[in-house]
């Protein structure tokens, strides 16, 4: 069976019940999860190596010195653990070209890792709703998906109904990055990275809808599937 490595996300209840999703979504798809802790970076990268492939978790908002900005007003605090070990873990992961898959604040760090930048704020901005916590396992917006890409590869649609649940997103794309979908008012809601086996990241939360959603739980899957 396959072990994929998580960067540890807290043990407060609220963290263990967004926890199990992806344990669970990740067990559906024939793999364990081993959380990894963060406390030391080295050992971090080398723990999370000795698993077959890497999954960058949603959480706080990403540092913005990361990607050379400083915080503005509705920027939230970081988590400078997972800031600090995350991008190091993924350098790690694509060095030894093991499957990344990033949710949320995941394709974040991915596009800041690779020389991109982040809208600190976009509530006042989209033109449609985001965010619905309280809905988080049904459809609240459209993406449209490239073609010629893995995610529609993947889903075999050039349009899905998602959850995303952020009030950060992506500005600038990182180099070698490709964008494979797009909310219906235009902002980044997928990423792959181009000639590697599997390197993608979504923008919103399939762990809240795989249970009932077969093209959300094949994003687990297909990634599963990449690890062996």
């Known amino acids: 069976m396959s072990v994929v490595a998580i960067p540890q996300m807290g043990n407060d209840l609220f963290r263990k019940y967004m926890k199990s999703k992806y344990t669970q979504s990740l067990k559906r ?7 990894i802790e963060l406390n030391d970076t080295e050992k971090a990268v080398e723990e999370a190596l000795r698993c077959d492939a890497m999954l960058l978790p949603g959480g706080a908002d990403v540092n913005p010195a990361l990607y ?3 915080a503005e007003e509705k920027c939230g605090s970081p988590n400078w653990l997972r800031d600090a070990a995350e991008p190091e873990m993924l350098k ?4 030894e070209k093991k499957p ?4 949320c604040r995941g394709i974040q760090i991915l596009n800041v890792s690779f020389g991109g930048t982040l809208l600190q704020d976009i509530k006042d901005k989209q033109q449609c709703r985001h965010m619905d916590f309280l809905s988080r396992a049904g459809s609240i917006h459209s993406v ?3 073609k010629n890409t893995k995610l529609f590869d993947i889903f075999q ?3 899905e109904k998602v959850n995303s649940m952020h009030h950060q997103a992506i500005d600038k794309v990182g180099k070698g990055l490709i964008v494979s979908a797009r909310s219906t008012d235009g902002y980044v809601e997928a990423l792959e990275l181009a000639n590697y086996p599997f390197c993608m990241g979504v923008q919103w939360h399939p762990e809240h809808m795989s249970r ?3 093209k959300q739980q094949k994003l687990f899957d297909v990634f ?4 062996r």
């Open 68 to 70: 050379g900005q400083k």
């Open 224 to 227: 599963v599937q990449n690890c």
């Open 144 to 146: 449209a998906v490239e």
């Open 29 to 35: 798809s024939g793999a364990d999860v081993k959380w």
């Open 212 to 214: 009932k959603n077969e």
């Open 92 to 95: 790690a992961f694509l060095n």
């Open 100 to 103: 990344v898959f990033a949710i």
């Open 157 to 159: 649609s050039d349009c």
